[in-house]
């Protein structure tokens, strides 16, 4: 899985912390295709070896057939990134770029660990920060979350709106941008915040409670089992296809624009839960019944993102139905 990289001074090497997870694995995959090298750091706290995959074959796979593109280090950030890092910039000269999405994901988890949320979350972006202030890193990009807003009073919601989270996840999500802002300010750290909306696609791993509502619903709809719904499924949330996604964070990441900006990341739609499991069912062929259990504390009772921020500094905009990329899901 470990590959060297090709030394090139042309094509610029990107760390992506978090690369083999769920929408970190897809960002891997768009840098290489747009010729970039990659370095992935990532504990394998719930990224997966098996998402990289493609990478490790490298005559097959590698850049013009037989250039690796791809390291892989096993590397926790909130201990640090220089000594990771150090064997491969002696070798390959410094990281241009770095795309941070590692992180303890679930918001419900978070309320109950909420010093370990802060810990990774919080504490691994400012090591990111401190890694690229101190060698000139030309831009940070963050996975920041809808989860920052809280329950706001206008929808869609725009960047804007003022922000109060309901979880520790969200605070640390939210506290993560004022240090970008901060060291873009101050230390001249070119930054840009992503506020990625509910995420969904291939590879989104539906093994924990904790896991993505979709992945957990296509996995169990699949086999005809039961989907349990949180509340009264009246809830909605604006879900953006992982393709989509990864065009923005990669279009962020290899811009010297969009400096110090935070940008929503989703489609403009939303939809309750009670009607994406009806349509989940549908699309499986109808066998799964659905059941209700109590609500889940913390939980934002809407969301749906305003997106012309991000079509205009990024030229971004999601293309991806949600039904076609459903579709896409179920077929993985
Ligand atoms: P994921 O769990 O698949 O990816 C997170 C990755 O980070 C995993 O590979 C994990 O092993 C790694 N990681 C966790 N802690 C680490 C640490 N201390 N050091 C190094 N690596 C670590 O989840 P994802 O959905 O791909 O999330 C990627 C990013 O996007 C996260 O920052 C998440 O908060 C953010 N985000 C996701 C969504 C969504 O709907 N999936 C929405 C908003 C924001
Ligand atoms: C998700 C992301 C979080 C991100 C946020 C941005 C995951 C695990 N969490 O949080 O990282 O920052 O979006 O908006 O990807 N539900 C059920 N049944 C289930 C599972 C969930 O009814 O089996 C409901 C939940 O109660 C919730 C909705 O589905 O109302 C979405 O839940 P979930 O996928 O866990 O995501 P968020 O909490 O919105």
């Known amino acids: ?64 057939g037989s250039e690796p593109s791809v390291e892989v280090l096993t590397v926790d950030v909130s201990h640090g990134l ?11 000269g410094r990281i241009d770029r770095i795309v941070h999405l590692a992180a303890q994901v679930s918001v419900i988890h978070s309320i109950a660990n909420p010093l370990t949320d802060e810990r990774v979350n919080y504490g691994g972006t400012l090591h990111v920060l401190e890694y690229a202030r101190a060698t000139a890193v030309k831009k940070v990009v963050f996975a920041s979350s809808a989860a920052v807003y ?19 996840y969200g605070m640390h999500k939210l506290a993560s941008e004022h240090a970008l802002h901060c060291y873009s300010s101050v230390h001249h750290v ?20 904790y896991s993505g509502v979709i992945s957990i619903f296509a996995d169990r709809a699949g086999s005809g089992r039961e989907l349990t719904i949180f509340g009264d499924g009246e809830q909605t949330r604006d879900f953006v296809y992982v393709g989509d996604v990864v065009r923005a964070v990669v279009g962020a990441a290899l ?8 940008m929503n990341v989703g489609t403009g739609s939303e939809i309750t839960v009670n009607e994406l499991a009806r349509t989940i069912v549908e699309l499986t062929g109808g066998k799964s019944t659905i059941r209700h259990a109590d609500g889940r504390a913390g939980e934002i009772l ?27 899901t179920l077929r993985a």
């Open 1 to 64: 899985m470990v590959h060297g990289l090709v030394t090139s001074p042309i094509r610029p090497l990107v760390a992506v912390t978090g690369g083999a997870g769920f929408i970190g694995s897809h960002t891997v995959d768009l840098l290489v295709a747009r010729g970039c090298r990659v370095v992935v750091l990532d504990d394998f706290s719930t990224g997966k070896r098996a998402n990289l995959a493609r990478w490790a074959d490298r005559d097959r796979y590698g850049l013009g």
């Open 82 to 92: 220089f000594a990771a890092l150090a064997p491969i910039t002696a070798q390959h």
């Open 150 to 168: 809280g329950d706001v009073a206008e929808l869609p919601v725009d960047e804007a709106a003022a922000c109060h989270p309901l979880s520790p």
């Open 190 to 209: 070119p930054t840009t915040a992503l506020r990625f909306f509910n995420v969904y696609g291939p590879r989104q791993d539906p093994s924990s409670p």
């Open 255 to 262: 811009t010297d624009g969009a400096d110090r900006a935070v």
């Open 302 to 328: 809407r969301s749906v993102a305003r997106v012309d921020r991000a079509e205009r500094l990024l030229g971004w905009k999601a293309q991806t139905a949600l039904r076609d990329g459903l579709a896409n």
